[in-house]
């Protein structure tokens, strides 16, 4: 019961996060990512995914859990949809490494694991987008202004992870 408790909070703050957005085109940048991959370390592979796949499949329903309130179907076949299956594997890649012990010691170790995991959210949403962009705007409007940002939330799960561990050892 405690388990899936998780894994609905981390889909709907992977539905918040979405909604907190700087828009682009054309791909808005959010906090997803963010949470995506927290959601991985915290819950593992498999429960750390299926949050993820909660929250597509509240998307795909309908609900407005997307970025910028978006919904239906319809997401998971438009341009940003190579982000959004990509989450999921991201998802269980942070979990797989979580129980590897790479994440939080040594602190740069965990922020490098998570901007890989960044950048394959990137390349696979980029690569999708060039279906509708070409590949040079795919990588310039859909994978380049990302970079920093990513290495900013990789260092910030680091940061939630090792709150969350000094916390359960006191």
């Known amino acids: 019961m405690i388990r899936l408790i998780q894994i609905a909070a981390f889909a709907l703050l992977i539905a ?3 909604q907190v957005s700087v828009p682009m085109v054309p791909v808005p940048m959010t906090m997803q990512t963010f949470v995506v991959l927290l959601a991985g370390a915290w819950l ?3 429960w750390g995914a299926a ?3 909660v929250y597509l499949a509240a998307g795909a329903l309908g609900l407005p859990v997307f970025s910028d309130g978006g919904r239906g179907v319809q997401a998971l076949w438009g341009p940003t949809a190579g982000y959004l299956i990509s989450f999921p594997i991201a998802a269980a890649l942070a979990g797989w490494a979580g129980r590897k012990g790479w994440l939080t010691r040594p602190w740069l170790r ?5 901007s890989l995991l960044h950048l ?8 999708w987008l060039a279906r509708f962009t070409g590949i040079e705007a795919a990588v ?3 994978a380049a202004p990302f970079l920093i940002g990513a290495v900013v939330k990789s260092a910030l799960v680091v940061g939630v ?3 969350r561990d000094r ?3 006191v």
Request: charged share 15%.
């Open 51 to 53: 949050a993820v796949l």
């Open 140 to 142: 310039r409007d859909g």
């Open 16 to 18: 918040a996060c979405a």
């Open 161 to 163: 992870l090792a709150a």
């Open 120 to 127: 394959l959210i990137l390349a696979l949403g980029a690569a």
């Open 110 to 114: 965990g922020v490098g694991v998570f």
């Open 44 to 46: 593992g592979p498999v």
């Open 167 to 169: 916390f359960r050892r």
